[in-house]
């Protein structure tokens, strides 16, 4: 498989021109500078070339912890 060409831009402006054997998917996360992106869309390729839009990754609730039969906590 030949490389694609991604062009990754972020909310803030910033953006990154890559090559890469592998197209992320919308979900896919990135770390960048202490971050945590996630991809919300990948448009198709024109030219053998990609965008790839990030997003803040959503922030992800813990699940209150379960109370066993024994009356203890897990979590």
Not at 2 to 9: G, H, K
Not at 18 to 23: A, E, G, L, Q, S
Request: charge should be negative.
């Amino acid at each position: 498989m030949a490389p694609e060409t991604l062009t990754i831009r972020f909310p803030s402006g910033a953006w990154e021109y890559v090559m890469t054997d592998r197209v992320p998917e919308v979900g896919d996360t990135l770390r960048r500078e202490g971050e945590t992106w996630s991809v919300a869309l990948v448009a198709d390729s024109v030219d053998d070339h990609r965008v790839v839009i990030m997003e803040p990754r959503p922030e992800v609730e813990e699940p209150p912890p379960r109370l066993l039969a024994n009356k203890r906590w897990v979590g």
